[in-house]
């Protein structure tokens, strides 16, 4: 039996990141366990037509989280990274425009303009009528019949691929939050207007994927960390996994699904843990290059099995193609071009989810076992947020 201080299951971003903290502490009494034979989780990248590809689809770095920076520099220095503004466009119809949309109608042909706008002015929440509880219902109220019709309802169609009725508001925070002011301002003076989306600058490595950081990070924990070792069997009492490893705390960050067998577990929690919906996302390549100068392009057009377009010509050094990102009930299935499977991708804002997860939580922390990152804390997160989550689980033990 293997003894630790702190057993951390899984190796992404926040698995990698918590290590590394502890380590920056003087702590070094941890063990990872990932089942891939490398760490980085999503955001790992292999070699494709001679240049690196992302198989957890598009991962580009937001620079706004100073301190996830400073920790990814260690392994990968600043000089390392080519500084992007985002270029990221919406096939809409026959047209082509700018994210987010609500800010880039006045790129629009006038009488499209003027139909948004008719639209978005009679929008519950231009109306002064409460914000509703679902999603689909939050699209019209916020963005009216004409934006919830042509992109974002098809558009969640796809990428989500559930009853939109099933997914609640509360993570909506995340999404461009732009007003009709703002709105009718932009088409007035013909410019963007309103809050500035995520990743509107970006980093991604000159010479490598976005795995590159990962890898090293993964390297440089030498013997703490153990690959090609698949979790499915957990003591909670114990505090023992796969009858092989010991932690006195236990950071979990793979899925709480993955956990075929969990000693010590109450049926009521297993059953919060098989109420956890999760998508999956196909990654394929393409090796032609596409006219656009746009880093990425959402296609809301529900004929076509793709939601995402990645041009890796346009941000990846010497290289050409692109990819696509489709959600796994709709791959197409003959498709012959080189293609991996995301079983985990994102993890689905079901309206029973947040007080799920949070008795899930709640529960295994009294036990010590403690959930961290996408899967640990089933939300969707980018890397770093990933990484600032690791950060502050360490600090939070050792400051
Ligand atoms: C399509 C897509 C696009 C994205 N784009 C961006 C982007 O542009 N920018 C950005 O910052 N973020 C992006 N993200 C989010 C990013 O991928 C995640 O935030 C990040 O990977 C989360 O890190 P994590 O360590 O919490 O989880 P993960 O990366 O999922 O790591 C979990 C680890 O657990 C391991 N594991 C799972 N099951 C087991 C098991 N049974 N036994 C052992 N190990 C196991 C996995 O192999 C993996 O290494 C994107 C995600 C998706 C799906």
């Not at 070094?28 to 198989?55: A, N, Q, V």
Request: with cysteine.
């Amino acid at each position: 039996m293997k003894k630790v201080k702190y057993l951390i299951l899984g190796a992404g971003p926040s698995a990698l990141s918590f290590a590394h903290r502890l380590l920056e502490h003087g702590e070094d009494s941890f063990l990872l366990l990932e089942k891939e034979k490398e760490g980085g989780g999503l955001c790992r990248s292999i070699e494709i037509d001679g240049s690196p590809l992302d198989i957890g689809g598009g991962h580009f770095l937001d620079i706004r989280k100073k301190e996830v920076l400073r920790l990814l520099f260690k392994f990968m220095p600043e000089e390392e990274w080519n500084l992007f503004d985002r270029i990221s466009t919406i096939k809409v119809k026959n047209n082509e425009i700018d994210y987010p949309f609500e800010s880039s109608i006045w790129q629009l042909p006038i009488e499209e303009q003027e139909e948004y706008l008719y639209s978005i002015a009679r929008a519950g929440c231009n109306l002064g009528l409460p914000m509703p509880e679902k999603f689909k219902e939050w699209i019209y109220w916020k963005l009216g019949d004409k934006i919830a019709e042509d992109y974002m309802i098809p558009y969640n169609n796809k990428v989500q691929s559930i009853d939109l009725d099933r997914l609640g508001t509360y993570w909506l925070y995340k999404l461009p939050n732009v007003s009709f002011k703002e709105t009718l301002s932009s088409c007035l003076n013909k410019k963007q207007c309103g809050t500035i989306p995520a990743h509107a600058q970006f980093l991604y490595p000159k010479k490598y994927g976005y795995g590159e950081v990962w890898r090293r990070m993964s390297e440089n924990l030498d013997n703490r960390i153990i690959t090609n070792t698949t979790i499915n069997k957990i003591d909670f009492d114990e505090l023992i996994v796969n009858d092989s490893f010991k932690g006195e705390i236990i950071i979990n960050t793979i899925p709480w699904t993955e956990f075929k067998t969990r000693i010590g577990m109450p049926d009521q929690v297993i059953k919060l843990i098989n109420d956890l919906e999760y998508s999956s996302i196909d990654v394929t390549y393409y090796d032609e290059n596409e006219q656009t100068n746009a880093h990425w392009t959402y296609i809301p057009d529900e004929r076509i099995s793709h939601h995402r377009i990645l041009y890796r010509h346009n941000f990846c050094s010497n290289s050409r193609g692109y990819w696509t990102e489709t959600n796994s009930k709709r791959s197409v299935l003959l498709d012959l071009k080189w293609k991996y499977t995301n079983k985990y991708a994102y993890p689905l804002n079901t309206i029973a989810k947040p007080e799920s997860i949070s008795k899930i939580l709640e529960w295994s922390k009294s036990k010590n076992v403690v959930g961290l990152g996408r899967w640990g804390e089933w939300e969707h997160m980018n890397s770093d947020v990933a990484v600032e989550k690791g950060i502050q689980l360490a600090d939070k033990i050792y400051l």
